[in-house]
């Protein structure tokens, strides 16, 4: 977290205008970092953020959108997270298979790609 504040800061204290490929270059080595598991691995990073948002002046985004997060990842927790349901298609055929067979339209397992697209 503080070496991405402090990339951050140096990045608000340039003189000039940052373009998006700029600002994405000087955070680098993001992809390398371990995926969050825990809820309180979550919620450190979303207070830290909070408070600096409180401290620079936006309290009207703290007390928004990032309160909201925070409030929902105190309650759910990480069951709210997406899956991508690319990298874990067994239960998605699964679950649409339960589907078809329950409308009487056959069974999505034995259905080629064709129909599958199609339907």
């Known amino acids: 977290v503080k070496d991405c504040e402090a990339?951050?800061?140096?990045?608000?204290?340039?003189?000039?205008?940052?373009?998006?490929?700029?600002?994405?270059?000087?955070?680098?080595?993001?992809?390398?970092?371990?995926?969050?598991?825990?809820?309180?691995?979550?919620?450190?990073?979303?207070?830290?953020?909070?408070?600096?948002?409180?401290?620079?002046?936006f309290e009207l985004v703290a007390?928004?959108?990032v309160s909201d997060i925070i409030?929902?990842?105190?309650?759910?927790?990480?069951?709210?997270?997406?899956?991508?349901?690319r990298e874990e298609s067994t239960k998605h055929t699964l679950a649409l298979d339960a589907i078809t067979r329950h409308l009487g339209i056959g069974s999505y397992k034995e259905w080629d790609e064709a129909s599958r697209l199609s339907w």
């Open 7 to 57: 990339k951050l800061q140096s990045l608000a204290k340039s003189p000039e205008t940052l373009s998006a490929e700029a600002a994405f270059g000087a955070l680098e080595g993001w992809e390398d970092v371990e995926p969050i598991m825990k809820t309180d691995d979550l919620m450190a990073p979303l207070k830290v953020i909070y408070e600096s948002l409180v401290t620079t002046g």
């Open 63 to 65: 007390d928004g959108r």
């Open 71 to 85: 409030r929902r990842v105190a309650i759910f927790g990480l069951t709210l997270v997406p899956l991508d349901i």
